[in-house]
């Protein structure tokens, strides 16, 4: 119905189109409204004000109060508008088409009821009016992003110190083993946006092996004063 009221809209043509000259707009009823300067979409809601002029017991209305008969009427479910400023005239052009139009408005625009209580067999209802089924009802989505994003730590540290030292006393041998271990595990959770979930190990392990030799001083000077009493033999000995 859109493109139908875009294509008469843009011709700048103030009337009904002739079903003889534009069989392509057979059947389609519209509802124009001209103005003087640029239009918009929200001068063509000016409809809704002639609901209080139009009586649905007597069926009258006068004038352009017409239109509100189309606009209303149970038979047209679809509906399009488009709009146009026709500089060649100066026309403001607000256009609306509707299907299965009833320009004669000659019978009553709806049954009077609750709503929707006469709609065929398999028929919904959406804003009050009967809707064949299969049809969309418009929502508004609720949009809801969770993420659980999981980062696991875990650190272990192993340290082994084996220290060797010269005894002070020769022949004897002393050894010390020192083998700390340390282990440390940390988990941590992190939830962000958007929604997915990632698991990421961390695993550090490190391990060190010292071994520190040494020699005690005293077993350095009892070899000193063994090899100096040799000399001293050996000195005497050649002076025999």
Not at 13 to 19: G, L, N, V
Not at 88 to 113: E, K, S, T, W
Not at 148 to 167: G, K, Y
Request: net charge positive.
């Amino acid at each position: 119905m859109e493109r139908k009221a875009a294509r008469w809209v843009h011709r700048c043509i103030a009337k009904y189109p002739s079903d003889f000259a534009y069989p392509e707009f057979v059947g389609i009823g519209f509802i124009f409204s001209k103005f003087s300067s640029q239009p918009s979409f929200r001068d063509a809601i000016f409809l809704t004000n002639n609901s209080q002029s139009y009586h649905y017991c007597t069926n009258a209305c006068k004038g352009a109060r017409k239109n509100y008969k189309q606009a209303v009427t149970a038979e047209s479910w679809e509906v399009g508008c488009a709009k146009k400023f026709c500089k060649n005239i100066g026309l403001g052009h607000v256009g609306c088409a509707f299907n299965n139009r009833d320009n004669r408005q000659m019978g009553l625009p709806y049954l009077r009821g609750t709503s929707c209580s006469r709609c065929p067999k398999d028929y919904i209802c959406v804003h009050k009016q009967c809707s064949p089924p299969g049809s969309k009802i418009p929502t508004t989505p609720a949009s809801t992003a969770a993420s659980n994003t999981t980062v696991s730590s875990t650190p272990i540290n192993q340290t082994e110190i084996t220290v060797t030292t010269a005894p002070t006393t020769p022949g004897s041998t002393t050894s010390a083993s020192t083998s700390p271990v340390s282990t440390t595990t940390s988990s941590t959770t992190v939830h962000s946006t958007p929604g997915n979930q990632t698991e990421i190990p961390l695993t550090r392990a490190s391990t060190t092996t010292h071994t520190v030799t040494t020699t005690s001083d005293s077993a350095t000077i009892i070899t000193y004063v063994f090899l100096h009493f040799a000399m001293l033999i050996l000195h005497l000995c050649n002076h025999i």
